[in-house]
C-alpha cells in the first residue's frame, strides 16, 4: 500500500546516495524480495538486526538516514 510505495522511493533515494544499499527494484505500492533485501542492508547498516521486516525501529532508521544530507561521495 501507501506505506510500502514511500518505503521504495526513500529507499530508492538511499541506494543513490550509499553504495551498500541495493536499490528495492520498482518504488512502487510492494513489499518484494528487493524490498526486503534493501531493508536487510539498510537494518545491518544501521546496525540492527538484518531480518527485512520493517518494523518501528527499523522506519525510524530508514528516515533518519533519508534526513541526513547527501554525502558527495556516498
Known amino acids: 500500500g501507501d506505506a510500502a510505495e514511500m518505503l521504495n522511493i526513500m529507499l530508492r533515494t538511499l541506494a543513490g546516495r550509499f553504495a551498500d544499499l541495493p536499490a528495492p527494484g520498482a518504488a512502487d505500492r510492494t513489499y518484494t524480495a528487493q524490498t526486503a533485501a534493501a531493508v536487510a542492508a539498510l537494518q545491518k547498516r544501521a546496525g540492527l538486526v538484518d531480518n ?4 518501528k ?16 561521495d556516498g
Open 57 to 72: 525501529q527499523t522506519w525510524n532508521a530508514v528516515v533518519a538516514l533519508y534526513d541526513q544530507p547527501p554525502q558527495g
Open 52 to 55: 527485512g521486516i520493517t518494523d
